[in-house]
């Protein structure tokens, strides 16, 4: 039974480009996650999102946005990258309507480096 | 204000030795949900325990236990008989109804 997966695991861009993470959700989850990590604290919530839209959103900018396959991957898009965009970017799957309270699995992340 | 606080930002204490990770929170809601999450050096999140709001009993898993107490907004976990791979990030989080939020964790280190 396959975990999250994230892909790719380590990434260099630099100011302004535009970056897409990847995540597979575990079998049997239709609920996807995206959070942000920068060093030494924790994971900051970005969005979630179920049955192809985006539910619940946290305290981020327009420039991070998404999208969720019919197979329920999921993609992150971050825009015109700032250094402070520099984080791991994990991804939780879950399985239900999209309620924050269903317990997330998480990916071993990407760790986005901006230059 | 809804927010997790893990006061104790690192620790350090030798193998066999029993270890309490502080876990205190504010929320409005009545209904809410508290974790545990361990992140080893390899960067994952691993599932430890959920508990909701209205199920205040303690837990024990192996050497894992937790106390729950709504009295003093506290969400404690304990370590009995420390191992080495024990060592990691531990995060406590709490789900009010529409978002997660996450404590900046505690830093353990287990000692040969």
């Known amino acids: 039974d396959a975990g999250v997966t994230q892909s790719p695991t380590h990434l260099i861009k630099t100011r302004g480009q535009q970056v897409t993470l990847r995540c597979s959700p575990k079998s049997g989850h239709d609920t996807v996650s995206w959070y942000q990590q920068a060093l030494g604290q924790g994971p900051q919530f970005i969005f979630q999102?179920?049955?192809?839209?985006?539910?619940q959103r946290g305290n981020f900018p327009d420039r991070f946005s998404g999208h969720q396959f019919p197979n329920y991957s999921s993609e992150l898009n971050v825009n015109a990258l700032l250094l402070g965009d520099s984080a791991l970017y994990l991804c939780a799957s879950s399985r239900g309507a999209g309620s924050s309270t269903d317990t997330q699995y998480f990916g071993p992340g990407t760790r986005l480096t901006v230059l | 204000a809804q927010k997790v606080t893990q006061a104790q930002t690192e620790i350090s204490v030798v193998e066999k030795e029993d270890v309490t990770l502080d876990c205190v929170y504010e929320t409005r809601d009545t209904t809410y949900y508290l974790f545990w999450y361990k992140q080893p050096p390899s960067g994952e999140l691993v599932f430890l325990i959920r508990r909701n709001s209205f199920d205040e009993q303690n837990e024990i898993s192996g050497r894992y236990s937790w106390n729950f107490q709504k009295s003093t907004s506290s969400f404690n976990f304990t370590i009995t008989a420390s191992q080495v791979v024990d060592s990691a990030v531990y995060f406590c989080a709490l789900t009010p109804e529409d978002k997660i939020i996450f404590g900046k964790g505690t830093r353990l280190h287990i000692l040969p």
């Open positions: 999102y179920y049955e192809e839209e985006e539910r």
